[in-house]
């Protein structure tokens, strides 16, 4: 597909359970892009990619929080002893170059991640 | 520091009336600033996008922004809604990395 595109698009965690979102963003994209959006809210950044290289995490709740882009495409967010204040969904973005600043950044549909 | 606003969590407005949905921003340096579009369960679609220039901007379906830097708004506009328009719409504002987004605006179009 030409899209961001994101799995799981719905995953239901046991607190304390450890989960893997995946992000593939748009072919050719440099930069990725992850984001938190909690019911009712604005989606608040977490952290930046350019190629592998992980620019920001500035937004990272916590430590148990982890996000890689090993080869500079796909990435994964890793959450590490969910707690019941993770749920949320998280949206991934790409833009093909820097910040998006010119061109916008391109959203997948998201993971709903629900911790009970 | 960066911040929105979005006044108003629940616009309705009837088929065929103006939409308008305001957004102010706070930001210490020329900001850029976006409008993006959620259906639901979907992702967020770019609307359209102010980053320097002509400061009413026009964007996909028919939406349009008008800059105003003494008023640190950008308020979107459409002359006239479709039940289609019927979404959730949000501001955000860059410098980067990340934006930062509003809270957001249900629209909703009456029949």
């Known amino acids: 597909g030409a899209g961001v595109s994101q799995s799981p698009r719905y995953k239901v965690a046991k607190r304390g359970q450890d989960v893997a979102l995946r992000c593939d963003p748009i072919?050719?994209?440099?930069?990725l892009f992850w984001y938190q959006q909690a019911l009712g809210q604005g989606p608040e950044f977490l952290t930046y990619?350019?190629?592998?290289?992980?620019?920001?995490k500035s937004g990272l709740p916590s430590d148990r929080f982890f996000a890689e882009r090993p080869e500079g495409s796909v990435s994964t967010l890793k959450i590490q002893r969910t707690q019941q204040e993770d749920s949320a969904v998280y949206l991934c973005?790409?833009?093909?170059?820097?910040?998006?600043?010119?061109?916008?950044?391109?959203f997948g549909p998201g993971t709903r991640l629900t911790v009970l | 520091a960066q911040s929105v606003t979005q006044l108003g969590s629940h616009v309705s407005v009837s088929e065929g009336a103006l939409v308008l949905l305001r957004c102010n921003y706070s930001?210490?340096?020329?900001?850029?600033l976006f409008w993006y579009v959620q259906y639901p369960n979907q992702g967020l679609q770019l609307l359209l996008k102010?980053?320097?220039?002509?400061?009413l901007v026009k964007g996909i379906n028919g939406f349009e922004a008008e800059f105003k830097k003494s008023e640190t708004s950008f308020h979107l506009t459409k002359p006239s809604a479709h039940m289609s328009d019927a979404a959730e719409y949000f501001c955000?504002?860059?410098?980067?990395?990340?934006?930062?987004f509003g809270t957001g605006t249900r629209l909703k179009v009456l029949a």
């Open positions: 973005a790409s833009s093909l170059g820097g910040s998006g600043q010119g061109t916008g950044q391109f």
């Open positions: 072919s050719g994209h440099v930069s």
């Open positions: 990619f350019q190629n592998e290289a992980q620019l920001d």
């Open positions: 930001s210490s340096v020329p900001p850029y």
């Open positions: 102010y980053t320097t220039g002509a400061t």
């Open positions: 955000a504002v860059s410098p980067p990395p990340g934006y930062i």
